[in-house]
């Protein structure tokens, strides 16, 4: 799916967006080129602006944040000379909140009176407007329009002492999804929310004293840097790194796991490990079980690049159906090569990818894809797929149906906008013109996850996008702060 920008005046902003990305190293050399280098295996969950910040070995913070890909804006030797030091964060922002400028771009940074603290955060609050209407009235002057701003505001007034109690505090009041990495000059400490609903993992380089950590959204991060993964931080942990090792700490008791099951799907990078399941065999099982739930007699299965890939190869496995590539992605196509004329608009899809024609005329074609949201982008590779002279054009997704948006931290189109909030399966088939569309059922996702099926009472994943399921309550939509009803279960209240 990939989208493309969506400041792109021509995009028609047929997807889910990426979240964010975030990385954090303490106690390496280079610590600034190690989070550049994470940043850019994190590319995929935002491509907006990038920022670092580094703790120089004299104790000073500096920081350069830009807004375009990390190659473009951490590239330069000069920007790198200027971020000296054995510990640094990072951040690769796409904006689920917030406009795309400069003052938005992360890490942000505040001086408090325990000293500096960098803070990146990967998700999206859900009671920050809430929030930042009561800590305005207080007298706190927001510099960014981003929810990430809370937690700076509500760590400079906690009455705590010590920057993890201000930290905990600070998390106690805050509603939403979040991984974060913050740094100070003690300690680099990563945080989940309580449903750990955002991923963060975490990697070591050496052994014993004088040993490096390292905090990543994904393991696919610490590849790229000769890390090794050590595990999962856990929900609702934190965990402060700092000269004397490790420590772990739960501040926020017992509940139930909801980790994102669209990262399984869609957003995180096929080669990466999430929660202990690796992401492409997890996809490829998926296409399995779409097989086997909706086979169709066909002579080809064809994958919409990138993110179909996976779910098709499982699919032709399952189904004995010779897999191609008949779809090419153009995978250069820039920001801002061309003027978005009517024409141009016109052309849509065929900018990013293209038919391949030797496989797929006088065939009998799947189409495998991982998502149908507003259904613009599936109705243009339907056609070009039929003008390329398919026999037959059968569309099978790779998630349920999506008819929900996501509040916490994915940016997707209001509800109305989602075709399978407003149609059934048999006339979106006929709004995108294939001969035949089904999606994986919510039962069959679980299973491609080694679950018999969901649980509704503990469905262990958040799926809310698939099942209007929202387990962290929506306070600054409802204005309900309560807790959600399963939450409320799963501690026994
Ligand atoms: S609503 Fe969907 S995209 Fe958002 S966190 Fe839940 S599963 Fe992920």
Known sequence: MQPLLSTQPWDED??????????GVWNATDAAALTALG?????????????????????????HRGLGLVGDIFGDAKVMAGLKGRSAVGHNRYATTGETALRNVQPLFADFEFGGLA??????????????????????????????????????????????????????????AYSLVALHDGALIGARDPLGVRPLVLGRFGVGEGGAYVLASETCALDIVGAEFVRDIEPGEIVIIDNDGLRSMKPFGRSQSRFCIFEYIYFARPDSVVEGTPVYETRKRIGGELARESHVAADVVVPVPDSGVPAAMGYAAEAGIPFELGIIRNHYVGRTFIEPTDQIRHLGVKLKHSANRPMIEGRRVILVDDSIVRGTTSKKIVEMVRQAGAKEVHMRISSPPTTHSCFYGID?????????????????????????LA?????????????????????????ACFTGDYAIPLTDLTGHPERAPALLAANGQ
Not at 14 to 23: I, K, S, T
Not at 416 to 435: F, P, Q, T, Y
Not at 449 to 463: E, H, I, T, V, W
């Open 119 to 176: 803070v990146a955060h990967n998700g999206n609050l859900t009671n920050a407007a809430q929030l930042k209407r009561a800590l305005v009235r207080r007298g706190c002057l927001f510099q960014s329009t981003t929810d990430s701003e809370v937690f700076v505001h509500l760590i400079a007034i906690s009455l705590y002492s010590n920057v993890v109690d201000r930290l905990i505090d600070a998390l106690k009041q805050v509603q939403g």
């Open 39 to 63: 940043l850019h295996a994190l590319q995929h969950r935002g491509q907006e602006a990038s920022g670092i910040v580094a703790l120089s070995e004299k104790g000073s913070f500096n920081a």
């Open 439 to 463: 999606f994986i059922s919510l039962d069959g996702m679980y299973r491609a996850l080694g679950r018999p099926g969901r649980d509704a009472a503990n469905p262990g994943y958040c799926d």
């Open 14 to 23: 047929d997807g889910f967006h990426e979240e964010c990305g975030v990385f």
């Open 412 to 436: 997707t189109p209001e509800r109305e906008k989602l075709l399978a909030a407003n149609h059934d399966v048999e006339e979106m088939a006929r709004i995108i013109g294939a001969d035949s």
